[in-house]
């Protein structure tokens, strides 16, 4: 179920960040046809790339600092 929830983040982020940092106005890249064949342009990209999925995962995991294990569930009953 995390799982899920984080990569559904991941892919949810990446165009709200591209967009975000478009509203703030930083300039994009705008490399031609033949700059984006470079393989240092794809590096770049893939690694780009591999930040914003780790960053959703990350976000998406926080779900897990919400949950009470079954531990302390037990232990609250028994407190009851």
């Given at each position: 179920q995390e799982n899920t929830c984080s990569d559904s983040c991941?892919?949810?982020?990446?165009?709200?960040?591209?967009n975000f940092a478009q509203k703030m106005g930083l300039p994009s890249a705008g490399l031609s046809?033949?700059?984006l064949e470079l393989q240092q342009?794809?590096?770049w990209g893939t690694l780009g790339r591999l930040i914003g999925v780790q960053c959703g995962v990350?976000?998406?995991a926080t779900t897990l600092l919400l949950q009470k294990s079954d531990k302390i569930k037990e232990q609250q009953k028994e407190a009851a």
């Open positions: 991941a892919v949810l982020f990446g165009g709200t960040i591209e046809g033949k700059q342009v794809k590096k990350l976000l998406g």
